[in-house]
């Protein structure tokens, strides 16, 4: 089954009654995986992190990943494992250098929160990823659905999750034309289509399957719960955020007035981010310059 630029992706309705979800019959679910196959079959991504088993690697991406489109992430990606080949590597840098090396993919509480996870793996867990949800929530940065994205992908491990791309296949092919679908609502759904013989293979189907259907039909994650805009990035505080740190990342210890300059824009604002970005740990003071931390940084 191959999707053209011109053909309209549609979804098998299934019966509901009183507006609760039924579920859907073995025959439907084999219906689904077998659509879904077929897909993945004719179009797969290739992507670099589907190359690997290495679960450091695997950790990398997903974090990379977190509200950060594919191909910005591919670049960046392939730099940071040059500078940080391994948990070692990046957990003995740094934090510094481990910023500068993210900058460019935003959100740098990830970078905080990887460069943490590295020590923390390093000090009390060998070196090693755990294959253990419970274990993998208690490192920085790590949520239920990312530490099973990880055991999916680095372990094969048959568990659930959902994210953006598997949050838009289960609504459009199971809740045609409903609103306000809860994730609670998906999770059952994709327990009971999950093939237990290749959970990841299974996994970057339903991923692929999903991002053409970004591409062919109205978004149907609008019509769940869980959905909101992403704010206007220019002229945010995110902005300005990160204008201050890459002014600060090359090495460069800054005057207030400095960074200022450096950031732009009004400087009240300048000072007010700078302020929480040396409590978050980000940067610290250096007599009356600022550098970017030396230590771990903050959460």
């Known amino acids: 089954m191959k999707i ?3 053909q309209r992706l549609t979804a098998a309705r299934v019966p509901c009654h009183n507006g609760a979800m039924k579920r859907p019959a073995a025959a439907k679910i084999r219906a689904f995986r077998a659509k879904v196959r077929a897909h993945y079959r004719s179009h797969a991504r290739s992507m670099p992190w589907r190359e690997t088993r290495d679960p450091y690697r695997i950790l990398v991406s997903e974090v990379m990943l977190q509200q950060t489109q594919v191909d910005r992430v ?8 040059a500078a940080f080949p ?6 003995c840098a740094s934090f510094a250098r481990v910023l500068a090396a993210w900058q460019g993919l935003g959100y740098n509480r990830r970078a905080v929160a990887l460069h943490r996870c590295a020590r923390i793996l390093e000090r009390e867990h060998r070196g090693l990823l755990p294959n ?3 274990a993998l929530v208690e490192l920085p940065g790590i949520g239920a659905a990312t530490a099973n994205s990880i055991r999916a ?3 094969d491990a048959p568990v659930v999750f959902i994210e953006t791309n598997i949050r838009r296949v289960f609504i459009h092919e199971f809740f045609p034309g409903r609103e306000a679908v809860a994730d609670a609502e998906l999770l059952p759904l994709v327990a009971a289509a999950l093939d237990g013989r290749s959970p990841r293979e299974w996994y970057y189907a339903l991923m692929d399957y999903g ?5 062919q039909v109205p978004n149907p994650n609008r019509r769940s719960r869980t959905y909101s805009r992403q704010s206007r990035f220019e002229g945010s505080d995110r902005q300005v955020r ?3 740190l890459r002014a600060l990342v090359g090495g460069l210890a800054l005057t207030r007035s ?3 300059r450096a950031a732009g824009g009004d400087g009240e604002r300048v000072l007010r981010l700078l302020g929480d970005l040396e409590r978050e740990g980000f940067v610290q003071r250096d007599g009356r310059r600022f550098k970017i931390a030396g230590g771990e940084g903050g959460a």
């Open 4 to 6: 053209g630029t011109g």
């Open 74 to 81: 591919r670049v960046k990606y392939a730099e940071f494992l």
């Open 86 to 91: 391994d948990l070692n590597a990046l957990a």
């Open 132 to 134: 253990d949800t419970a």
């Open 153 to 155: 992908f680095a372990f």
């Open 211 to 215: 991002a053409a259907l970004a591409r």
């Open 242 to 244: 990160g204008a201050i």
């Open 258 to 260: 400095g960074i200022v």
